[in-house]
T-cell receptor
């Protein structure tokens, strides 16, 4: 079965501190993994996907198949990073639904 | 914003009434999805449709129904059989080529009393 686990409901960090939002997944094949973000009063939007190996707004995430993890990292947190973050998995190619984790609320303290 | 719209933003209903939530997209996407978002629960899949006139149940389909008569539209009906309908409902759509990114609507907050 496909499953995504985000162990932290809430993560509070000070501005300028490093951030790591944890995501572990369970899937027997080769998954596609995503991070979505929901800022206050805005719609859920894609932050980044592992296949692109890109950095968006200073965030990066590396797929570690050995540890089945896809942690989201940023070296220096900014106040505008405060939001709800969801890790998501797609186990198949094509237009199939995503399996979401329960989300982590990131709070960056000035 | 634009591309995928949901209406209304807030909806109030009495218990025992059916209610239909609208979702429209002008992105020419084949696939559309309905998720329910509850605090501490993340997003859970209700129904999805990969093509017109076809749809599949998600993880929590009981008490919900959908139709997909047009590519642009994927309305969700919350029936009186849904035991706990008060929630935030999100609609999404995705294109038919990699990486199949899902685009989300602004959501509808349904309150049933």
């Amino acid at each position: 079965a496909q499953r995504v686990t985000q162990p932290e409901k809430l993560l509070s960090v000070f501005k300028g501190a490093p951030v790591e939002l944890k995501c572990n997944y369970s899937y027997s094949g080769s998954p596609e993994l995503f991070w979505y973000v929901q800022y206050s009063r805005q719609r859920l939007q894609l932050l980044l996907r592992h296949i692109s190996r890109e950095s968006i707004k200073g965030f990066t995430a590396d797929l570690n198949k050995g540890e089945t993890s896809f942690h989201l990292k940023k070296p220096f947190a900014q106040e505008e990073d405060s939001a709800m973050y969801y890790c998501a998995l797609s186990g198949y190619s094509g237009n199939t639904p995503l399996v979401f984790g329960k989300g982590t609320r990131l709070s960056v303290i000035a | 914003d634009g591309g995928i719209t949901q209406s209304p933003k807030y909806l109030f209903r009495k218990e025992g009434q059916n209610v239909t939530l609208s979702c429209e997209q002008n992105l020419n996407h084949d696939a559309m999805y309905w998720y329910r978002q509850d605090p501490g629960q993340g997003l859970r899949l209700i129904y999805y449709s990969q093509i017109v006139n076809d749809f599949q149940k998600g993880d929590i389909a009981e008490g919900y129904s959908v139709s997909r008569e047009k590519k642009e539209s994927f309305p969700l009906t919350v029936t009186s059989a849904q035991k706990n309908p008060t929630a935030f409902y999100l609609c999404a759509s995705s294109n038919d080529r990699a990486p199949y990114e899902q685009y989300f609507g602004p959501g509808t907050r349904l309150t049933v009393t």
